[in-house]
């Protein structure tokens, strides 16, 4: 696999700088084409200090930046051409594996306005951004306790937009953030879950850092757009997306699977 560093793509300017350098391993339970379970783990990062913070995944931000400049472009297309020449020639599906995306989210929190600012794909092509005040996050912190990372931790429980969420935090690390959209509790959460085993947030490092908090790339591409809209169109590409492309640009990948509801993303109020 062709790699290249971050900063071979973007300019250089003066961003805020993070305070603290969360890694997080995204374990998410899903179908592939609606069909097909499978189990992956997405590597994220949280870079954080006392006024905002980012959540995102350092694969997605590299290709993303690739998109930015034309030289990025370029190393892109040399990428792409390698993996689909290993499959061709090898049947070796590794190559396209690390090439594709395995998730578009990123999560911006500006802790001065309380507002979280998600950004992710929205359809076939389009891509959305929303704002949430953080109230919209209320927890309930437990008796329970427990060691991670050497940092003893306290359970608390949310009920957030069609999921129960059960987090665990860190007093000793004065960082009132976490992994995704959670955040609120007196201290970083450094584990996450849901009792459907679809979703699971768990720090496997954490770090002080100096490291830019970059804006995300291509912030015109996203469009506004409500929350639980987005979450609906996004639904409906995913039910659709062999007939979707086929009406786009005439390649027939089959018909779809029935539309499942067994697998969901990380928010299920959309349906509601």
């Known amino acids: 696999m062709l790699t290249a560093p971050l900063t071979s793509f973007c300019k250089k300017k003066d961003y ?23 189990e992956t783990d997405i590597p994220m990062i949280l ?8 959540f995102y995944s350092p694969h997605t931000e590299f290709k993303d930046s690739l998109d930015s400049t034309a030289q990025g472009r370029a190393f892109d297309r040399q990428m ?12 070796d599906q590794s190559l396209m594996d690390s090439y594709a995306y395995k998730t578009f989210m990123y999560v911006m929190k500006n802790h001065a306005d309380s507002i979280t600012t998600v950004y992710d794909k929205a359809g076939m092509t389009e891509s959305g951004r929303y704002d949430e005040p953080f109230s919209e996050i209320r927890w309930e912190i437990c008796d329970s306790s427990k060691t ?26 004065s960082v009132h953030d976490g992994p995704w959209k959670l955040c609120g509790l007196p201290g970083l959460i450094l584990e996450a879950s849901e009792p459907s085993g679809q979703h699971t947030f ?16 291509g912030e ?8 639980r809209q987005m979450l609906k169109d996004l639904r409906n590409y995913r039910n659709n ?3 979707m492309v086929k009406a786009s640009i005439g390649l027939d990948l089959g018909k779809d699977a029935p539309a499942q509801t067994e697998y969901d993303f990380l928010e299920t109020d959309y349906r509601l």
């Open 202 to 217: 768990t720090a496997d490092g954490i770090e002080k850092s100096g490291q830019p908090i970059r804006p995300v790339f």
């Open 16 to 38: 805020p700088r993070a305070e603290v350098k969360v890694s997080y391993c995204y374990h998410l339970k899903s179908l592939r084409g609606n069909t097909e379970p499978y």
């Open 80 to 91: 792409l051409n390698a993996a689909v020449d290993a499959y061709l020639k090898n049947n």
């Open 148 to 173: 991670i990372l050497g940092y003893e931790c306290i359970m608390a429980t949310t009920d957030y937009h069609g999921r129960t969420w059960t987090a665990w935090f860190s007093p000793e690390i």
């Open 241 to 243: 997306s062999n007939a």
């Open 220 to 227: 015109k591409k996203y469009d506004r757009m409500n929350r």
């Open 47 to 54: 870079l954080a200090n006392a006024d905002i913070s980012k």
